[in-house]
């Protein structure tokens, strides 16, 4: 550590590192530094150079580097077991982009290496900070919809140029990886390890193509759980909707700060992935005297870098890890359980 601060390296320039990493460590001056960035080749025609960071394109020169005591792995994914076991190998803490590794074999490999190393290891759970997941939270909360009886959960695009292209299966590169390891964490985050879980899982263009549709339902007794995503929707289903013996609530839009970020509108501006009021959900409802509520409810703020923040408390601070190995390993027996039998 220099001055409290976690030192930090990082595997891949691309946009993972820049886009969702980046710009919220940057911000937390009093807690992060970042020293090196490694990648096959440096480029800086889509991402400008940072003030005071040292790009290499010699790996070695992160994983040797004693000052480093965290590296960032911001690859493909068909890169992060060897990463990470190299990460590791070096005596550094490691945190990893989603999906965390292709299978659970692999990732219960990696968490063990870790244990034994005494190192923190995490994948990088972003969404469990979305505005859209944490206002949903808030009304649940509320105790204003009663007792929880469904819950719906939509990532849709209107993209069949994505599937159409594709014209041969690989499991790690389906839609239930690239997209189901954000909203199934969202739901083992919240909800814990479900009762069961149904899974529909489909190439909508025929065997031998992507996995371009997915619908599970996880059950936690009488509550259903639906997470539900597809490359062919024209107009996008409610972001969330959940029901309650006493009410309704429906946000229609996304978290914003992908959005944002696409935009290069960067965490710095104080409206960051800010809902306005046409963003906001509905709530509807009935109070214990019978009386009819239908009100809109302020977004939650989200903040990708509160991963960041619970890795530093978790790292400097002792406190508990907050994305927990189980429920990263849940997660990889979901996704590998959702595309088995697929060809």
């Given amino acids: 550590m220099k001055d409290r601060k976690l030192v930090l390296g990082y595997i891949g320039n691309g946009k993972s590192a820049n886009r969702y990493h980046l710009p919220f460590v940057l911000k937390r001056e009093d807690k992060f530094v970042v020293k090196t960035i490694f990648d096959i080749q440096i480029r800086h025609d889509i991402w400008n150079e940072i003030e005071g960071v040292t790009y290499t394109n010699n790996v070695d020169d992160v994983l040797n580097d004693p000052e480093i005591d965290m590296v960032v792995i911001c690859t493909t994914h068909h890169y992060h077991y060897n990463y990470a076991k190299m990460v590791l190998e070096a005596g550094k ?43 949903v939270q808030k009304v649940i909360e509320s105790g204003k919809l009663g007792d929880l009886l469904e819950l719906e959960m939509h990532f849709d695009y209107f993209r069949p140029e994505v599937p159409e292209s594709v014209h041969e299966f690989d499991a790690a590169h389906s839609y239930l990886y690239g997209h189901g390891c954000h909203t199934l964490d969202q739901v083992i985050s919240y909800f814990g390890k479900p009762d069961h879980i149904h899974y529909d899982v489909r190439q909508l263009l025929g065997e031998g193509r992507m996995n371009d549709y997915f619908d599970l339902d996880l059950y936690y007794g009488i509550l259903k759980v639906s997470v539900k995503s597809s490359y062919f929707r024209i107009k996008e289903r ?21 959005e944002h970020l696409k935009l290069f509108h960067m ?36 903040d990708y870098g509160r991963v960041y923040d619970g890795i530093y408390d978790s790292i400097v601070h002792g406190k508990e890890q907050v994305i927990k190995p189980w429920q990263t390993l849940l997660q990889m027996e979901m996704l590998e359980t959702g595309v088995k039998g697929l060809k």
């Fill in 267 to 302: 965490p710095t501006h104080s409206d960051f992935g800010v809902d306005t009021l046409e963003h906001y959900g509905i709530l509807t409802y009935v109070d214990d005297a019978g009386n009819y509520h239908e009100e809109k409810v302020e977004s939650v703020k989200g």
């Fill in 238 to 258: 409610p972001s969330f909707i959940v029901y309650g013996k006493k009410g309704m609530f429906v946000k229609q839009t996304k978290d914003r700060q992908e």
């Fill in 93 to 135: 803490h490691c945190l990893v982009e989603k999906p965390f590794m292709e299978n659970s074999e692999e990732a219960r490999e990696i968490f063990e290496l870790a244990s034994s190393k005494g190192l923190f290891v995490s994948a990088y759970q972003n969404r469990r900070y979305d505005s859209d997941f944490l206002t």
